[in-house]
Structure formats: C-alpha cells, structure tokens
C-alpha cells in the first residue's frame, strides 16, 4: 500500500490515482486538512502531493511537522518515496535541506523542461526518462540547498534543484508529473501572478507528452515499491 498525503483538495493525485493502479499498485489517500492521522512510521511507499502552503508554515498547516518526521523516517529506512513539488520541498527540508519561499526569480509556470544531470543516468526512477522531460509547474517556492549527501538529479533554466534523491529511494520533484488539464487551470486561475491563458495552451499542446512521461515515471515508482515490498517479505 502506497500512504498519499494529500495537503488541500485542488492538490489531488490526479492522473498518477489511475496510472499506479495500472501499475498494480494500491494507494491509501490521506488528507490531514480533513483529520486524518499522519502516520509515524512509513508503509510499502509514500507520496506527498503538492500545495500552496510554503514547506515552513506549520500555523497555517499544522500537519506539516508529522509530515517532515514521516518523510525524514522514510528516506532513513529507503522507503519508496516521492515529493512532489511541496513535497519536495517538505523532503528537502525534513532532511537538511532549506527552501527559498518566494524565491527571487519568481514563480515558474507552464510546462517546464527538466534537463537531467549525469547523476541521473543511473538512477532507478528517472534515469532514462524523456529528456528533456516535461513537467508540469507552478510554483513560486524553490529548494534552494538540497539535504546534505542528497543527489541533484535534474535541473530547470529557471531553477536548479528539479529533482534530487535523499537515500536510497526517497526522491523529490518540484515539477508535477501528475497534474491533468483541468487540475491545472484550476490552479492558474487561483494565481494573480499567472497568465492562465497561455500556460493552459502550452499545457494542452504538450499534454501527449506529458502524459506518457508521467505515466512512465507512476509505472516506475509502483514497481520500485513492489520490488521493496517483496524484499522486505
């Protein structure tokens, strides 16, 4: 069972719900904003979605603290774990790391082209991924150190740190490979600071794209939780 902790209800887990089922995978959605208990310890595997509360704002989301001990637990015992956006960001955090809220070039939206690092090339979730690959974003928050020992995976013309790995098997994204169309609209109608019209083209005109590499990032992570899960029986 993958736990997902989801921070708000426009943040859901999208298309990555239907693409890890396909996968063979189970997930288990928790949303704290509603009352559910963040868990201590992790499962087979963990995801933490996105959100617009910044990675240090434990007042106006008090859940953020038990979420930076399960992530902190789950890189320390090479739980399958994916950050996504705030997630990453939370991972970064948990671990060592910091994050720039509001960083200085901005908020970064539409359909980002991630450049994998060398680093990468080997790695069991994204090495050999679409590269460039396309990842959705909309974000205004950056990790601005990754965690000490953390590998940098990938990288963005406007930010650096796109993806990284703490451990063995806990990796941060700060894009968003589960988003789908509406989702996203949602989210730049939200932001005054985003010209929806044209991020939604940019999004409408590389959905194709976008979906096979987000499938095939979902695919991945459900098989690395399943080959842990056997490891551990």
């Not at 509360?53 to 008090?62: L, M, S, W």
């Not at 739980?79 to 990453?88: D, N, Q, Y």
């Not at 994204?126 to 928050?141: I, K, Q, R, T, V």
């Not at 963005?156 to 509406?182: C, D, I, K, L, T």
Request: charged share 20%; glycine share 12%; with cysteine.
């Amino acid at each position: 069972m993958i736990d997902v902790v989801e921070h708000e209800p426009g943040c859901p887990l999208d298309r990555f719900g239907g693409w890890l089922e396909d996968a063979g995978a189970k997930v288990r959605v928790l949303r704290p904003y509603a009352g559910d208990a963040v868990p201590s310890t992790p499962g087979d595997g963990l995801i933490v979605l996105g959100g617009q509360v910044d990675a240090y704002a434990d007042d106006a989301a008090p859940w953020l603290p038990a979420v930076r001990v399960l992530l902190r637990a789950a890189a320390a015992d090479g739980t399958p774990t994916l950050g996504i956006c705030l997630g990453a960001q939370l991972l970064a955090v948990a671990c060592g790391g910091t994050v720039d809220v509001g960083a200085a070039p901005g908020r970064e939206a539409g359909v980002v082209d991630v450049h994998w690092r060398p680093e990468a090339a080997g790695d069991p979730l994204l090495g050999g991924l679409a590269d460039p690959f396309p990842g959705p974003s909309m974000h205004a928050d950056a990790v601005a150190e990754l965690p000490p020992g953390a590998v940098w995976l990938g990288s963005s013309a406007m930010y650096p740190h796109q993806a990284f790995r703490v451990g063995a098997a806990a990796w941060g994204v700060q894009f968003h490979p589960e988003v789908s169309e509406p989702t996203f609209a949602g989210w730049a109608a939200e932001l005054g600071d985003v010209d929806a019209a044209p991020v939604l083209r940019e999004l409408a005109g590389r959905d194709a794209d976008v979906v096979a590499a987000g499938r095939e990032l979902a695919t991945r992570f459900a098989r690395i939780v399943e080959a842990a899960g056997a490891d551990r029986r």
